[in-house]
């Protein structure tokens, strides 16, 4: 299975400002997905990052809003930019293990985000 | 629209009890259905996964039952514990196609 740091665990952010968030996983792997759990809810898919190639957007989710670079196979980012309140979430890096016997998502611990 | 419907929200459930979370999809072409599992600070876990050829599947005590022509799979867990309470999610996919979809999730309590 594959092992998901993430950074920062949780942070406290201004109005305004941008958080990077990274995402390093131990094996090398075509799909990782950005999911944002806010407090209590669901996850919702935010984009799918391949490498190599623009992540693709779901529904209510833009570019400009979250980035996401994905350098290599192990590893990418996502920025929130000009944070509001309503960004406080829990942010989760996930891959698709497709050498599983199910291609198998597999979630990091997720990155807390407070927007003052 | 909602793919996954999760029910119920919450449930309480005494120590040695049966657990069942349910949850309907609405896209016929879904062929793949896990449940995650969830803990307070954590990222969700997988628990089980079933894929629409079989009607059951069990791994200890957690077993998903799949109803095809429903459109429904259920996850059942035996002898409940209290190590049993998280959070769990069912969710569907189309395999090499889709991500994940996630119903809204059931806070489990198993109570001594």
């Known amino acids: 299975s594959a092992v998901i740091s993430q950074k920062p665990s949780r942070d406290i952010c201004q109005r305004g400002t941008s958080l990077t968030i990274q995402c390093q996983v131990d094996?090398?792997?075509?799909?990782m997905f950005w999911y944002r759990q806010q407090p209590g809810q669901s996850l919702t898919l935010i984009a799918t990052?391949?490498?190599?190639?623009?992540?693709?957007?779901e529904s209510g989710f833009v570019i400009d809003k979250f980035p996401i670079s994905r350098p290599n196979l192990t590893f990418s980012t996502l920025t929130v930019s000009n944070m509001s309140p309503e960004d406080s979430s829990i942010y989760l890096c996930?891959?698709?293990?497709?050498?599983?016997?199910?291609?198998?998502?597999?979630f990091g611990e997720g990155s807390r985000l407070t927007v003052l | 629209q909602q793919q996954v419907k999760q029910s119920p929200q919450s449930l309480i459930v005494q120590k040695g009890g049966i657990s069942i979370i349910n949850c309907a999809y609405e896209n016929t072409a879904f062929d793949y259905f896990p449940w995650y599992q969830q803990f307070p600070g954590k990222g969700p876990a997988l628990l089980i996964a079933?894929?629409?050829?079989?009607s059951e599947k069990k791994e200890g005590r957690f077993t998903i039952s799949f109803n095809k022509s429903a459109k429904q799979f259920s996850l059942h867990i035996m002898d409940s514990q209290p190590g049993d309470s998280a959070t769990y999610f069912c969710?569907?996919?189309?395999?090499?196609?889709?991500?994940?979809?996630f119903g809204k999730g059931t806070r489990l309590s198993v109570i001594a």
């Open positions: 079933i894929r629409p050829d079989v």
């Open positions: 969710a569907a996919s189309i395999r090499g196609n889709t991500p994940l979809v």
């Open positions: 990052a391949n490498q190599g190639s623009e992540a693709t957007y």
């Open positions: 996930s891959v698709e293990d497709r050498g599983g016997t199910a291609g198998e998502l597999f």
């Open positions: 094996s090398q792997v075509t799909m």
